[in-house]
């Protein structure tokens, strides 16, 4: 993958997580971060921090991302969720609106 | 003697039964005496509805009731119903055991105790007493009652002991009936244990079982009694009544069914009555069993005319109702048809026309007027009768120029709209990825179990969680501690119908209520009398200091008093929901009128069946914000009432809720027009009095309306069409669901005007096609729900051919219809309309 198609999620550890653009973009928060007209920094740097999300769960949501996208394509499948992670989950998830 | 022969008989009639229990013997010495004594312990026991020490009058009885009752025991599963069945039983096996006494004995117990215990058990309203009345019946009906209580579920025995009442209902009928065939040609423990065995065996294999063996017997008893016709009748009868029967007990709780077929048969099942039908033909068979019986039978004979003796002059009424009032075909749909007919008038929604003979002069008094004001509404310069007459004129025009005959848009306006061509890549592009946050929310919902804390999570996902905790029926008191936990700001449970008192007050007495500012308990019934309001909730004035929005929606146990205590306790209520609180009456509404006349902003009070409109009225005019008031459901209310209050309150008014009162015309949304100019929401469901001016009133008088609930209503298409022209700009949720004379007009409105359009009931709007809807959902690029419920004719046409990427079309065939149904909340925020200092 090119540079340019690939964003950045760091999340509150500092852990990088490298995904492509398209999946980021499930994220309606994400995408509006990289595509709003503004100016933002995120989407000049192509690098978007989350200070409140911990690293398995930020790794989960990029799980999330492509399991979204194989979804629409037609693959139907399930996406098991660990029930320690679900309460943070989900408002991670409510936070990325995703 | 007796315990000899009881001994005797136990290995031959108890085949599965056990030893007798001993504790039974020791009562045989009792049974020489007269039956009465063993009466009343009999009773006493079944008073006390308890499964313990029945004294059996005689030995055989022990044996048999103590085996039937550890029968009964292992394989009994509801609780009260079990008892009472068994409390029944006890009293069969009791008149049983004093009939086997008294046939076997040659001796000549004393008939008439028995009766006497008979008929005593009768007064005491319960089945049992049923069964007493006669010696077959009450051992068959208890055997009955035992093999369909015994792997069942309390319904059943409901059922099986409603059935009784019906006189030979149920197949127990020819249960009895069998029996007492039985009995008078064999031996009685011989029959007794059959029966027994039958029980057992029913009681083995379940309900089912049970019924099939009740059948069975049935079939047989048919069968040996090919020669009586008229019982033959009655034993169809009496199962198929027992059909009906399980309807009507099931239904017991929930109010008076109307009466049912062979119900006509006097029987009075809540009351407790239980005259025994299935007696008489009993009694009728045993009549003539003992006429062919050899006098060695004697005393059985005695016994049974005389126990009967008494019963026979009901009985034979009884049995003459019902073959009367029972059709000779009796088959068990017409049962059903006749029942349905019956209780179709409950739901059933009457035409206008029924509303309008019942109209008092007052009303059409107003009605002539408010015919008189028609022309004038329409020639009012204004958008609504502008459009009016553009619609009108426009549809003349169609008609004049197009005779088409084929299509259905010959009658009205041409609606262009062409589907998308690539129908294949329907379902694909439909499917909607299920969101991270639902996933998550469905987990948690599946483990609430396990979650220990709720602390750090915002009270947004609380009330998801526990919306769909719910639902799903999961809802429990380990939830409501975890929501009650710290100091919460908002618990919202919309539904405790699993909340019982002893839970509530228990979670409650430990909450601390500083914080809190909306509390919803919706369905509380069960759990929130007003006296666990007093010693929880209610406990003290000012407890609940920042509480702005309560809702006891449903708590059916809330009486004035109780209120009274919570207005105390929440200075600061803004909204108040008390839909469907029956004992909350017009001095509730006084109560709130002097607390909070100046702070109340909504109030609900949708089918709360004790307040009278007008009582409430002088209380209603206290309220100087009321901003929502909703009084759907209130049959009471009438012109008068709404005319009164908009003139007083109208300013401030936002939302009117006037869904089902029927008495409205005209003339209230006349005056609501006038009055309310700042109305944004308005539900007129099922008010069939309504005409179009009534929508010329509300377009001229009401610009901001952004809500607008209509069902069942007669307005006509060109109306409904002025209307969106004239102000469908500012329209966001519009219900027509029912509006039968939806059509063309409507669509090319809806589609032009209004842009800000986010939900559409078109439900049962039978004269839209697939074009119209297509043209709608296409053009109201803002449309995110759509629901066509009912609309048969919309095809896949529509489903695949439109354009608009967001909307969500609910309603169609074969569509999972409740999985889609997720209303756009509009219960997320504590107070609608205006800013409250909330914390979503």
Known sequence: MRKEDTVKLISAEGFEFVISKEAAMV????????????????????EVTFPEISTTILEKICQYFHW?????????????????????????????HT | MVVLRSRTVTPQTLAKDTTPSPSVVPQSPAVPLLVSPATPPLSASRRSGRLTSRSPPTDETPPTTGTKRRRRRSTSAGVCSIAKNKAVDE?????????????????????????????????????ASRSSSIDGTPRSTGRKRRSASAGVSSENEAVVEGNPAADGVASEGNVIADRVKQEAEEETPQTTGRKRIAESKSAEEGNQAAERVVDVIAERVKQEEQGNDGKGLSLVENRSVKRTRRWTSEEKGKGKLGEVGTLGTAIDVRNGELRVPGTLIIDEGRAEREGRQNPSR??????????????????KERTKDALSKKTESGSRMDQFKDAARKNAARFAHFEAQEHQEAAPPGVEAAEQSTEGDDEKVEDWPGPFSTAMKIIRDRSNRMNLQS???????????????????????????????????????EGLAKNADAITSLECVPDVFRHRLSQLLCDSRKMNTHFLNLLACGSPSEIRIRDCSWLTEEEFTDCVQGLDTSNLTVLQLDYSGRGIPDYVLHSTLAASPGSMPVLNTLSLNGAYRLSDIGLRSLVSAAPSLRCLNLSQCSLVSATSISILGDSLGSTLQELYLNDCQSIDAMLMLPALLKFENLEVL???????VSDDFITCFVAVCGHATKELVL????????????????????????????????????????????????????CRNNFSDEAIAAFVEAYGESLKDLSLNNVKQVSHNTALSVARRANNLQSLDLSWCRNLADEAVGLIVDSCLSLKVLKIFGCDQLTDVLLCGHSNPVVEIIGMKMSPALTNVRVIDAHAFPVHYSSVLSSM
Not at chain 2, 112 to 120: K, Q, V, Y
Not at chain 2, 298 to 315: F, G, H, M, N, Y
Request: charged share 20%.
């Open chain 1, 27 to 46: 994220s309606q928060t994400i995408r509006n971060m990289l595509t709003s007209p503004g100016s933002f920094a995120e989407a000049q740097h192509g």
């Open chain 1, 68 to 96: 979204s996208l194989q979804y629409a394509s037609g693959k139907e499948t399930e996406f098991p969720i660990e029930p320690e992670l679900t309460l943070e989950l989900m408002m991670a998830a409510n936070y990325l």
């Open chain 2, 91 to 127: 009293g069969n096996p009791a008149a049983d055991v004093v009939k086997q006494e008294a046939e076997e004995l040659e001796a000549s117990l004393p008939v008439s105790p028995a009766t006497p215990f008979l008929s005593a058990h009768r007064r005491s309203g319960r089945l």
């Open chain 2, 298 to 315: 004697q005393p059985s004979t005695v016994v049974t005319e005389k126990a009967s003796r008494e019963e026979q002059e009901r009985l």
């Open chain 2, 403 to 441: 005779e088409r005959a084929t299509s259905d848009k010959a009658n009205s306006v041409a609606i262009n709209w062409t589907p998308r061509g690539d129908v294949g890549g329907c379902n694909r592009s439909r499917t909607l990825v299920p969101s991270l946050e639902q996933l998550c929310m």
């Open chain 2, 630 to 636: 909703s009084v759907g459901g209130i049959e009471s």
């Open chain 2, 659 to 710: 869904s089902g009162c029927v008495k409205l015309t005209d003339s209230s949304l006349k005056a609501i027009a006038t009055a309310c100019p700042r109305l944004q929401s308005l539900n007129l469901s099922n008010l069939r009095q309504l005409t179009d001016s009534a929508l010329g009133y509300l377009a001229n008088g009401c610009r901001e309306i952004q809500t607008l609930k209509l």
